[in-house]
């Protein structure tokens, strides 16, 4: 998915009841933004990641949330060839179907409960168009920032089908990493943590989580409780590292539904700028140039029908790499 970045928003913190406040705020809620996507009849996406402060949640660096929309009124996802560098996408969705084709020459299909990740490395291009037969079109698109030692590696494309795991008070499906003693064979470059979860009606989850992760946990249904503070729909609770446990609740009468995320803080700086993410500015103007000029670094994408996407005109002043505070550890939990 191409991005488009307007400003943030502020995000709001929430301290739980008993906690300390010295050590800052149990749970950072993150609000969304919308960005418009495509042209007259754009589909808006609700960004959660980046914020003003806060750019990344393990590598994880980039959430758009999207649906459910009415394919016949907005017209669906048609994402024409574009660029990337320095990242994975992993696509996930909830309903709907997503016909994908990239310059590694994979064509594939994004379809509900099903993980596909492409790796772009050194470059790769993509295009991302609704299927005819979608209706609703609902899912989130997340990018995960590849560490300096990665970041020119091959360009890869993987699809898995996780299992549906049920648990005490709900279900989950495990993408990325392991979580509720599953864990999902898809290699990543650092370590991740990515589940989508669902808790039935006035019920809780508590999961067992990695306490050298930060975590982020996405509300796409539902009236959700992270470790008893409210997140409401479409918007990101933050954890810091140090929780052991993980207690989700739903306070409502119908199913919630969630995506949690998580890995280790990133110990690297990052710029980040349309489709890219480099170590400064002079990468970003490097990967802007090759794909303007048609330079191999990208590929080719075989079977759109239409014009790759042009990248837009580059700032006059010079990128500086996102700010990101470092996590202050979260009580321990009990």
């Given at each position: 998915?191409?991005?488009?970045?307007?400003?943030?928003?502020?995000?709001?913190?929430?301290?739980?009841?008993?906690?300390?406040?010295?050590?800052?705020?149990?749970?950072?809620?993150?609000?969304?933004?919308?960005?418009?996507?495509?042209?007259?009849?754009?589909?808006?996406?609700?960004?959660?990641?980046?914020q003003r402060d806060r750019?990344?949640?393990?590598?994880?660096?980039?959430?758009?949330?999207?649906?459910?929309?009415?394919?016949?009124?907005?017209?669906?996802?048609?994402?024409?060839?574009?660029?990337?560098?320095?990242?994975?996408?992993?696509?996930?969705?909830?309903?709907?179907?997503?016909?994908?084709?990239?310059?590694?020459?994979?064509?594939?299909?994004?379809?509900?409960?099903?993980?596909?990740?492409?790796?772009?490395?050194?470059?790769?291009?993509h295009s991302e168009v609704?299927?005819?037969?979608?209706?609703?079109?609902?899912?989130?698109?997340?990018?995960?920032?590849?560490?300096?030692?990665?970041?020119?590696?091959?360009?890869?494309?993987r699809h898995h089908v996780?299992?549906?795991?049920?648990?005490?008070?709900?279900?989950?499906?495990?993408?990325?990493?392991?979580?509720?003693?599953?864990?999902?064979?898809?290699?990543?470059?650092?370590?991740?943590?990515?589940?989508?979860?669902?808790?039935?009606?006035?019920?809780?989850?508590?999961?067992?989580?990695?306490?050298?992760?930060?975590?982020?946990?996405?509300?796409?249904?539902?009236?959700?409780?992270?470790?008893?503070?409210?997140?409401?729909?479409?918007?990101?609770?933050?954890?810091?590292?140090?929780?052991?446990?993980?207690?989700?609740?739903?306070?409502?009468?119908?199913?919630?539904?969630?995506?949690?995320?998580?890995?280790?803080?990133?110990?690297?700086?990052?710029?980040?700028?349309?489709?890219?993410?480099?170590?400064?500015?002079?990468?970003?103007?490097?990967?802007?140039?090759?794909?303007?000029?048609?330079?191999?670094?990208?590929?080719?994408?075989?079977?759109?029908?239409?014009?790759?996407?042009?990248?837009?005109?580059?700032?006059?002043?010079?990128?500086?790499?996102?700010?990101?505070?470092?996590?202050?550890?979260?009580?321990?939990?009990?």
């Amino acid at each position: 998915m191409s991005n488009g970045n307007p400003a943030p928003t502020a995000p709001r913190t929430t301290s739980l009841p008993g906690g300390d406040a010295a050590d800052g705020p149990r749970v950072q809620v993150l609000p969304a933004r919308p960005v418009p996507l495509g042209g007259p009849r754009a589909m808006t996406v609700r960004r959660t990641l980046p914020q003003r402060d806060r750019t990344l949640i393990g590598a994880w660096c980039f959430v758009d949330h999207y649906g459910p929309d009415d394919v016949a009124a907005t017209g669906g996802m048609d994402v024409a060839p574009h660029p990337h560098t320095g990242l994975q996408t992993a696509s996930w969705l909830f309903s709907g179907e997503i016909e994908h084709r990239d310059s590694l020459g994979s064509h594939a299909f994004v379809r509900p409960g099903e993980l596909n990740l492409m790796t772009a490395g050194w470059g790769i291009s993509h295009s991302e168009v609704s299927t005819p037969q979608t209706t609703v079109l609902h899912g989130v698109q997340l990018w995960i920032a590849l560490p300096e030692q990665d970041r020119h590696t091959a360009r890869d494309f993987r699809h898995h089908v996780p299992d549906l795991v049920p648990l005490r008070g709900g279900r989950v499906r495990v993408f990325l990493g392991t979580l509720a003693g599953q864990t999902s064979p898809v290699p990543t470059c650092t370590p991740l943590l990515g589940a989508e979860v669902a808790v039935d009606p006035s019920a809780s989850v508590t999961l067992t989580v990695d306490p050298g992760f930060e975590h982020g946990v996405l509300v796409d249904q539902g009236d959700v409780r992270v470790a008893e503070t409210p997140v409401p729909r479409g918007e990101l609770g933050y954890l810091a590292p140090g929780t052991r446990t993980l207690t989700l609740t739903n306070a409502g009468n119908v199913p919630a539904r969630l995506l949690l995320l998580g890995g280790p803080p990133f110990g690297e700086e990052i710029v980040m700028w349309w489709n890219f993410i480099g170590r400064g500015h002079e990468d970003i103007v490097a990967a802007r140039e090759e794909w303007e000029r048609g330079a191999a670094r990208f590929g080719t994408v075989h079977g759109y029908p239409g014009e790759r996407l042009p990248a837009p005109a580059l700032p006059h002043s010079s990128l500086k790499p996102r700010g990101n505070p470092a996590p202050r550890r979260a009580a321990p939990s009990r």
